[in-house]
């Protein structure tokens, strides 16, 4: 069993910086691929970026060159660096675990954490 517990959300102006984290425990780790994903209420939950075992990332389209995804085995935590945000990035961000290699797709992922409010001010 993989517990996820997101945290780091809150309130930003605008242009401003946050970063988030995901703690896990139970499981391996380092065999396990993460994902970060975002939801708007009333709409579908939406790929942010993900990163795989080895270290292999991948970023929605909207969010590339703003939003960096990293891990630490060590800490058995993945963090993802959120800079210029804007106004529709507001949403309730989750983590998500899946064995080994990253996907984009919410239905391959098998462990959630409850999520953290993200939420930019204009």
């Known amino acids: 069993q993989v517990q996820l517990v997101e945290s780091g959300g809150g309130l930003v102006q605008a242009g401003g910086s946050l970063r988030l984290s995901c703690a896990a425990s139970?499981?391996?780790?380092?065999?396990?691929?993460v994902a970060w994903f975002r939801q708007i209420p009333g709409k579908a939950r939406e790929f942010v970026a993900a990163?795989?075992?080895?270290?292999?990332?991948d970023y929605a389209d909207s969010i590339k060159g703003r939003f960096t995804i990293s891990r630490d085995n060590a800490k058995t935590s993945v963090y993802l660096q959120m800079s210029s945000l804007k106004p529709e990035d507001t949403a309730t961000y989750y983590c998500a675990a899946r064995p080994f290699s990253v996907q984009k797709s919410a239905t391959t992922y098998g462990y959630w954490g409850q999520g953290t409010q993200v939420t930019v001010s204009s």
């Open positions: 990163i795989g075992w080895g270290g292999d990332t």
């Open positions: 139970g499981g391996t780790f380092s065999n396990y691929a």
